[in-house]
Each structure stands twice: as structure tokens, then as C-alpha cells.
């Protein structure tokens, strides 16, 4: 099957919001083993989505558009659909409840332009909208199948997991699954050299490497007529994938972030964390706290932005500022090595650095980061230089420091064991 997707929405076209859904979309197409090969943005006037619409058609089996099913006049994408599937609207009475029952639990009344989201093409197969109000819906003709997704990407991604991808496994005479082998500290041309031979070999399964940020993920897909056959195909692959990485693979799971690969790995050794935090402002505490369970091992974060709460709160001596400055490593090294000493945790993360986009100099540019991490009294330091906005390196910054945590527990577990 070959599938494109098209997004909806002048705002996208301004840039005004980013397009992530196409981003989203795209990597479960790929792990649903369904090609895509064109994708497009379109504002929000019927005549050029018709056009758009029309070229697509042409070219691929499956069209998924995004956006422009709300109240408004100016979301149209289903009346277009319809216009070009020859399909009327009609009302549907199971989505109508569901609107007025999503406006009854907020204790808020819907206007009249509301039910215009019940309004469906006939014969069309409806998604349920857990997360708002506007219904999702596949509408088919001989040649297509077009599917249409709400905007907001928290709507969108619910949808698709819950109702999307079950529909186009249907579609499929195969079984297709798909397994992700996840690597941190690793650049993606290093992962892609690993694998050059079996990239250069490949039939089924297939493999293919995603680049986030700090983090490459290794998608393993197999293709059979049952999932117990796909599972085969797939189980020796990452097998060898993890005798390639070894401790670099972080998790095989698709639903294991590195935040929750670290948290198990400190509860299944019985360690508690704690951070203090500098130009992150907090932020890697508030990653960490995404883990469901976390309140067992975290146990303190301190935000000490200034050279005075760096002072008062983590025992940083005036003379490392003085000499050193905030961002150094001796400063790093004094910050973690305090949080330790006032929390009585087990491992501690520090994070001192400059994140800009003014405050560098030749000498500490923007971006000079320095992440320390404390296990049981074994303090390590990393210099990092990160590149891109204030927002980038923050995040790459907490990236960064989660991975030093597992790479040091690791290896303080490995001398443990030694002992």
C-alpha cells in the first residue's frame, strides 16, 4: 500500500504552529510498513485542497489529512472530501451525543456551529475523538481511502493509535509489526555504519534508523501472514542488533522513553535521585516526573540559577564561582557533590551551562554546558557544546544528563557486582 498525507490548516503555511503531525504520521505509516512517499500542506480554502486532493488521489491508495474538522467556517476538509467522493453529509447521531455529552462534563453549552462536526460523509466509518469533539472518519471510493484526523496533535495521535492503526491493518492481506531497538549516545551516521551490511542485505524484515535528539532508534519491520511468523522474523535481528550495542540500547519497548529506562533501572537497583538544575531550569526534574512511579526513587530538585542559590543550597564555594565562574566543571562537580550531601540520595544529576541566546563569550560560548553526575560518592563531569536555540539546547542539555545518569549507574552496578 502507498499512503500520503496532507495537513490542513493556513495557520501551518504562516508558521505559526509547527507541523508535527505530519512528522507523527509519517513514522507510524513507516511501522505499519505502509509507504509514503508525498506529503503536503494546504491552507484552508476548498478550491486548492479539491486540486490537491484530486493529484493525490492519482498517486496513492491512501490519502490521511489532518485538520480543518472544527466548527468554523473555515474548516473544510470534510465537506471537501465529500464534495470529491461524491458523498452527501448527513447527521450522525452517535457523534451529535458524543459533542453534546463533551460539552455537558464541562458544564459548558455548545453553539450551533458544533453540530456542524457531527455532520458526516454518507457511508463514511467513524473514529471516535476521546480528546475533543470533532469525530475522525475514513471515507472509501473503488480507487482510495481517504482518512481524516483532527488538528491538535494530542486529538490526533489518540485517534490513530486507537482507531487508525486497527483500520489499516485491515486493509493489509499481511501481518505487519514492527519492533524499535532504542540507542542513546550514538550519532545516527555511527548507527548507519553498524548496520551498513545488513541495511545492504535486507528483504524481510527490514530495518531502518530515526534520529532523535541524544537518541537513535533502530525500527526492526517484518512482514508475514501471522504475527507469530512477523515476531520470528523479528526476534533475530535485534538479537543482533543488541550484540552490535550492547549497553547503548536503552530499551526494545516502544512505549520506554530513556526518563523510564532510567527510573527502572534505579528501582530494580534500589537507588533514589535527585536534581539540581542551572540554565535547565527544572526541566530535567519535570522529565523525570513524567515516570508514573517516580515518587519511590526521586526525592529532591533544586533550581539554583543564581551564584547566591548555588551557594545557599548546594554548598558551591565562593572561591570555585570566583575563579571558575558558574559554568565550569569545578562547579559542576561541587553542585552534585553538595545535592548528595544535603539529600542524602543515591545519584545525583547537576547542570550548570549557558543556554543563550546572550550571556557567551569567546572563551564559554553559548551552548558550553556541564552535566555532572554523582553515584554513591563517584562524581563524573561532561563538557558538552550544544548548537541551536535557547529552547534546543535546554532540551538536549536534559538528554544529555539522563543518559550520563544511566551510562554512570551502569557502570556502578558493574563494579558492584565485581565486589
Known amino acids: 500500500m502507498t499512503a500520503e498525507i496532507i495537513c490542513v490548516g493556513t495557520e501551518i503555511l504562516l508558521g505559526n504552529i509547527v507541523n508535527t503531525n505530519a512528522a507523527y504520521l509519517a513514522e507510524q505509516l513507516a511501522g505499519l510498513g505502509i509507504s509514503c512517499y508525498y506529503q503536503t500542506v494546504v491552507g484552508d480554502n476548498g478550491e486548492r485542497l479539491l486540486e490537491t486532493l484530486e ?61 456542524k462536526q457531527a455532520m458526516l460523509p454518507d457511508g463514511a466509518r467513524v473514529f471516535e475523538n476521546h480528546n475533543g469533539t470533532a469525530p475522525g472518519m475514513a471515507v472509501e471510493t473503488k480507487k482510495n481511502k481517504f482518512i481524516l484526523l483532527p488538528g491538535p496533535p494530542e486529538e490526533l495521535k489518540l485517534m490513530f493509535e486507537e482507531s487508525v492503526a486497527p483500520y489499516l491493518k485491515e486493509q493489509s492481506p499481511f501481518v505487519i509489526l514492527s519492533q524499535t531497538v532504542k540507542t542513546c549516545g550514538l550519532s545516527e551516521s555511527f548507527v548507519e555504519e553498524q548496520l551498513r551490511d545488513l541495511i545492504d542485505k535486507q528483504t524481510n524484515p527490514t530495518i531502518a534508523t530515526y534520529a532523535k535528539t541524544g537518541e537513535v532508534h533502530v525500527r526492526v519491520t517484518a512482514k508475514a501472514d501471522s504475527q507469530k511468523e512477523a515476531s520470528k522474523l523479528i526476534k533475530p535481528m535485534v538479537k543482533e542488533l543488541k550484540s552490535r550495542f550492547g549497553n547503548d540500547i536503552y530499551s526494545t519497548d516502544d512505549g520506554v522513553t530513556l526518563e523510564k529506562a532510567l527510573a527502572d533501572l534505579l528501582q530494580s537497583a534500589g537507588l533514589t535521585i535527585s536534581c539540581a538544575e542551572s540554565c535547565t531550569g527544572g526541566l530535567i526534574s519535570a522529565t523525570l516526573i513524567n515516570v508514573p512511579g517516580i515518587s519511590e526513587l526521586y ?121
Request: with cysteine; glycine share 10%.
Open 55 to 115: 493529484l493525490a488521489a492519482k498517486r496513492s491508495e491512501i490519502i490521511i489529512l489532518s485538520g480543518g474538522l472544527g466548527p468554523t467556517q473555515d474548516d473544510l476538509t470534510k465537506e471537501t472530501v465529500a464534495k470529491f467522493c461524491g458523498k452527501k453529509l448527513l447527521m450522525d447521531e452517535k457523534s451529535k451525543k458524543q459533542i453534546a455529552e463533551y460539552f455537558e462534563k464541562r458544564k459548558m453549552k455548545p453553539t450551533e456551529n458544533n453540530w
Open 299 to 419: 526525592k529532591a530538585g533544586f533550581v539554583t540559577y543564581s551564584n547566591k542559590a548555588k551557594r545557599k543550597l548546594l554548598g558551591v564555594k565562593k572561591g570555585t564561582l570566583e575563579k571558575y565562574g558558574a559554568v565550569s566543571s569545578q562547579t559542576a562537580q561541587e553542585m552534585v557533590k553538595g545535592l548528595l550531601a544535603e539529600t542524602k540520595t543515591d545519584v545525583g544529576i547537576a547542570v550548570t551551562g549557558i543556554a543563550g541566546p546572550d550571556g557567551g563569550t569567546k572563551e564559554k560560548p553559548v551552548g558550553l554546558v556541564y552535566i555532572s553526575c554523582n553515584v554513591k560518592g563517584k562524581v563524573t563531569v561532561k563538557e558538552c557544546h550544544f548548537n541551536g536555540t535557547r529552547e534546543k539546547i535546554r532540551r538536549a542539555s536534559v538528554t544529555t544528563a539522563l543518559m550520563l545518569a544511566r551510562s554512570c549507574v551502569l557502570e556502578y552496578l558493574s563494579k558492584e557486582i565485581l565486589k
